[in-house]
């Protein structure tokens, strides 16, 4: 207790180990504040030759600490020109010239004509560079820009905040950024990219998903063009052609999702010939969702397989076998259950005789535990004991396997004299397999049929695993099980952790709004410091306590009638779910129980291009959404709802891209929505009622 209380004054009087680094850090930010003013006096071509200048003092070598103020002021002033003011120039954000001074709104008609003049340009790694990413823009016109949107908001201002650069200073020296969400990590990567590039080291970010790595790299795209700088992003094989994945590994910095980057590696150490490998370098890492996949996903194996034999295996005698012993076993499981029941209760008791302050109470719940020990378990136990146990499941390992009972009985039912002589030797693998598919695995939690197939749903995002196969036969099982098709099995021919690929990079950084728990794992199994960054505004959002439940009922009950209270006031709720079947039990729950209209997002119902423009409408007064796995969806969630995504709902059948929309259109379309909706009006109404209402489920 001294100890502590001395750790407290001590923490009192020089602040705690975090305040400690971001003082440090802010000293740096002040340096490079004091750097500003010099650096928007430069033209944009004085800008772009900075990278070659930065790359040849690093080589040189000169002092870090000194470049990296230069560099940081330079990132800072292109990101805020190229991805902020030059939008002004971009035709989908629908700006209003007229609003700029007399001489500046002729500037601005000489540039647009410029721009709308030049012809995309090709570019390594993706889309070709828009005509008014090519001009030159004097400094004059970007800083009649500022005066009008003097607050760095998007789409025509993007400086970076004080603390999106120490964001950027942290990752760039290889450590993790705990960032709240909505702190705009998505431009805090570029800055350390750029510190990165300076030093001529590859970058690859890592985001969750497919649709966040494109979204991501078109997003910041400019921000490299303008510097001298390629970027791409790489997709799963049925998604992009070779050629392509081969040039985005070439360029200075990539986007990918772990598993793709992951399979990448494995795929180039099958390759006979090394000029056929695409990932060449492993210099520098950033990771999005940073606690996601390297604590929760480290052990996950990835896994390439191969046809693994030409005989056809008996999965169908297998499945029929399994169904079997699922039904001759029920009695056992029944009486299972009540011992399970009852050993649950006499924990529960225990923890409430060590905490009860009543002495008498403690002494009740003590007795009542020794009744169930010596009275009530063992009766059960020998009520259980009556039955037969076919097979084992453990369910924490996902892992199922025959007893002595089930395998005689499963050698009766097939026929067989022995499962362990001749051609019998591969069925009890199989039998256990089609166990695990029954017992174990269930639909619409670990995985959705769809067209007649069986597809994996990922268990940390709760997103398809479209192509991918679990091994060893247990894909097959599932078939057999669902009556589709069944594929041919697979083997194992390369596999890595995600765990034990990240520790190839030389250096490694994540960012996250969670981090600070983990802290201790990161530094033991990764040597990675976790550094908590501030807000950039104090945080409004309130957090409340968790609640904890004695059984599963009472706690989807109770989830169902916060969301009935909190909807009767009007406020929006978005509920986060782990799994499909539980997203779609609590919507049936809330049919069944409230009639409550709402939506439900998950891998089942929509794909990862259109989740984001779902989940923009969770801001809705009075809506109500259920979602799985909500970490890294990546969008803004607008109060009120959002006008343009309305918008572009109705035009989407009717042009390919929103680019394509002609400006009258889509601004007549937008206003209807806003003006029909009163969305502004509905998003300060949501303000005053208390926000976005969030329930996280587990």
Partial sequence: MVVQAVGK????????????????????????????????RLTDAELRAKTEEFRKRSADGESKDTLLLEIMAVAREAMDRAVGIRSVFNDEHGFDPSQLPAAMQELYAKLKAEADAKEPEPVMGGDPAPGYLQIDVPVAFYEAVRELYPESKPPFRARPFD???????????????????????????????????????????????????????DWVFPFYYFLGLTVGSIHPQHQQP???????????????????????????????????????????????????????????????????????????????????????????????????????????LEGDARNARDKAKAQQHRD???????????????????????????????????????????????????????????????????????????????????????????????????????SDGLHQAVEAKENVKIKEETQTLATVTIQNFFKLYQRLAGMTGTAITEATEFNEIYKLDVVSVPTNRPIQRIDRDDLIFMGEKDKWNAIVDEIKRVHDS??????GTTSVDKSEMLSDMLKRKHGIQHSVLNAKAENAEREGNLVEDAGHLGAVMIATNMAGRGTDIILGGNPETMAWAQLQNTYESRLDVPNEEWDELVKKFDAEYGMKEQGGEVKELGGLCIIGTE
């Fill in 163 to 217: 603390v999106q650069l120490i964001g950027g200073m942290v990752l760039g020296e290889g450590k993790i950024a705990e960032m709240r969400t909505g702190e705009g990590k998505t431009i805090v990567a570029p800055l350390a990219c750029y510190v990165a590039c300076c030093d001529q080291l590859k970058c690859h970010v890592v985001t969750v998903n497919d649709y966040l790595v494109q979204r991501d790299r």
């Fill in 9 to 40: 004054g001590f923490a009192k009087v020089f602040g705690s180990r975090n305040e400690r680094v971001i003082k440090t850090y802010n000293k740096r930010v002040a340096q490079i504040n004091a750097l500003e003013d010099q650096t928007r």
């Fill in 242 to 348: 070779p050629q392509l994945k081969t040039q985005a590994y070439q360029c200075d910095v990539l986007y990918g999702t772990n598993s793709e980057l992951g399979f990448d590696y494995l795929r180039d150490n099958m390759k006979t010939d090394p000029a056929q490998q695409v990932q060449k370098t492993r210099d520098f890492c950033i990771i999005d969702e940073v606690d996601s996949i390297l604590i929760d996903e480290a052990r996950t194996p990835l896994i390439i397989s191969g046809p693994a034999n030409n005989d056809a295996p008996r999965y169908d005698l297998a499945d029929k076998i399994a169904k079997h012993l699922m039904v001759k076993q029920r009695d056992w499981d029944a009486a299972n259950r009540k011992v399970e029941q009852a050993e649950l209760r006499i924990k529960g």
């Fill in 368 to 470: 009542e535990m020794k009744r169930l020990m010596t009275e009530e378990l063992p009766g059960l136990e020998a009520e259980r004991d009556k039955h037969v146990q076919y097979f084992e499941v453990e369910p924490e390992k996902k892992a199922a396997h025959l007893t002595h009972d089930g395998t005689a009985e499963a050698q009766k039912l097939a026929g067989v004299g022995s499962f362990y002589v001749g051609n019998n030797m591969d069925l009890p693998h199989l039998i256990n397999n089609a166990i695990r598919a029954h017992a174990v695995y269930k639909r619409d939690q670990q995985y959705v049929v769809q067209d007649g197939e069986v597809v994996i749903v990922d268990e940390f995002t709760g997103r398809l695993m479209v192509g991918r196969q679990w």
């Fill in 570 to 575: 009007g406020r929006p709720v978005l509920v």
